[in-house]
């Protein structure tokens, strides 16, 4: 069972950056991808952006591509999204979330291809 953890949520004005780290709970060599989802009140959850554990290919939602960028670190079982240009609109709780190659797969940017979930964490972006 992965276990993952967000940290480095926080409040800052617009314009400004923050990064995003997810850590998990033990090596994962079984990880066929990773990804940030976010949920803001009201509204539905929302992919964010996705990379594959092994080769590093990333796909970013249009909002925010140009602005995050998400990356990992295989040794330190912990991937990254940093986010610039913040703007009010990405204000939300931010979740990680991880695929097994052995779970179904209905593209990286559905959320039921990940099985596992972090708790989340909150950013909030002031005008």
């Known amino acids: 069972q992965v276990q993952l953890v967000e940290s480095g949520g926080g409040l800052v004005q617009a314009g400004g950056s923050l990064r995003l780290s997810c850590a998990a709970s033990e090596r994962t060599f079984s990880t066929d991808a990773m990804g940030w989802f976010r949920q803001a009140p009201g509204k539905e959850r929302e992919f964010v952006a996705t990379?594959?554990?092994?080769?590093?290919?990333?796909v970013y939602a249009d909002s925010v591509k140009g602005r995050f960028t998400i990356s990992r670190d295989n040794a330190k079982n912990t991937m990254y999204l940093q986010m610039n240009s913040l703007q009010p609109e990405d204000t939300a709780v931010y979740y990680c979330?991880?695929?097994?190659?052995?779970?179904?797969?209905?593209?990286?940017?559905?959320?039921?291809?990940?099985?596992?979930w972090g708790q989340g964490t909150q950013v909030t972006v002031s005008s």
């Open positions: 979330a991880a695929r097994q190659r052995s779970d179904d797969y209905y593209g990286g940017r559905a959320g039921r291809s990940y099985r596992y």
């Open positions: 990379i594959t554990w092994s080769g590093g290919d990333t």
